[in-house]
């Protein structure tokens, strides 16, 4: 039985809402702390400085493609083929990952023969928004290797 929306935070343990200001919110893609709430904050501050050639923001349609297209990618990849990836791939996750759990990123980087694996401390899917200066110097630097 699938619990009602009222229910589910009761249900999980977690509540999440976006965009309320709370310190309660962001926990998607931000760790529950207060240093990480505060990252959250702030990137969203960020997202209003660029006022010129902006994405277009996303369709429900669009997300449930995306939604449909990364289920059945799941269900027909397999882990084996990702050995024959030949390039140098950069792995980057928060250590607080409650969209796709942070093992993930160690199991990627262990499947892939030429991974480097960054976890963010306290942070969540949304790390490289948290750490975002460090994850340019990291790009950078994997860019030029």
Do not use: C
């Not at 240093?35 to 959250?40: D, E, I, R, V």
């Not at 277009?56 to 024959?84: C, D, M, Y």
């Amino acid at each position: 039985m699938r619990p009602s929306s009222s229910d589910r935070g009761r249900w999980s343990g977690r509540n999440t809402r976006s965009g309320t200001g709370s310190t309660n919110s962001h926990f998607l893609f931000f760790s529950p702390t207060a240093t990480s709430q505060a990252s959250a904050d702030a990137f969203l501050g960020r997202l209003d400085e660029r006022t010129t050639d902006r994405d277009v923001a996303a369709t429900n349609e669009t997300i449930g493609a995306q939604v449909t297209a990364l289920a059945k990618w799941e269900q027909s990849s397999t882990p084996a083929g990702l050995r024959n990836v030949s390039q140098p791939v950069l792995v980057v996750n928060g250590d607080n990952d409650v969209m796709i759990p942070t093992i993930s990123s160690f199991a990627l980087a262990q499947v892939l023969p030429k991974a480097q694996l960054s976890i963010y401390p306290d942070s969540g899917h949304g790390a490289l928004f948290q750490h975002h200066e460090l994850f340019v110097r990291q790009v950078l630097d994997f860019l030029r290797d």
